[in-house]
């Protein structure tokens, strides 16, 4: 089955960088979207960014644009978030996600499979 696995998240002061990447095994389908979506504490999980793995093609939230990049390795199977500049209110789980048969999608519902999620916690 198709798994995903999150990794890089860690505490880094305000200001600062991280890379964050997601890992795909499993997948039989050659059409699918990957997303990164957040969820703070006590808040819902929101979609931060997502690229369709045959084009390319990007898309992230307003609250990011400018400060982080989606990307992926393609032969490798593994998807890249790049955040700048990260402030006190990116803190929050990541979670890495793929949407079967979609090029890409903001929409966190279109997403079927996600993966465990890992911690971003930025200090002020």
């Known amino acids: 089955q198709v798994q995903l696995v999150e990794s890089g998240g860690r505490l880094v002061q305000a200001g600062g960088s991280l890379r964050l990447s997601c890992a795909v095994s499993?997948?039989?389908?050659?059409?699918?979207?990957m997303g990164w979506f957040r969820q703070a504490p006590a808040k819902e999980r929101e979609f931060v960014a997502t690229?369709?793995?045959?084009?390319?093609?990007?898309s992230v939230a307003d609250s990011v644009k400018g400060r982080f990049t989606v990307s992926k390795d393609a032969a490798n199977d593994i998807m890249y978030l790049q955040m700048n500049s990260l402030k006190p209110e990116d803190t929050a789980l990541y979670y890495c996600?793929?949407?079967?048969?979609?090029?890409?999608?903001?929409?966190?519902?279109?997403?079927?499979?996600w993966g465990q999620g890992t911690q971003v916690t930025v200090s002020s």
């Open positions: 499993g997948r039989t389908f050659s059409t699918y979207a």
């Open positions: 996600a793929l949407a079967s048969g979609r090029t890409w999608s903001p929409l966190r519902g279109d997403y079927n499979y």
């Open positions: 690229i369709s793995w045959s084009s390319g093609s990007t």
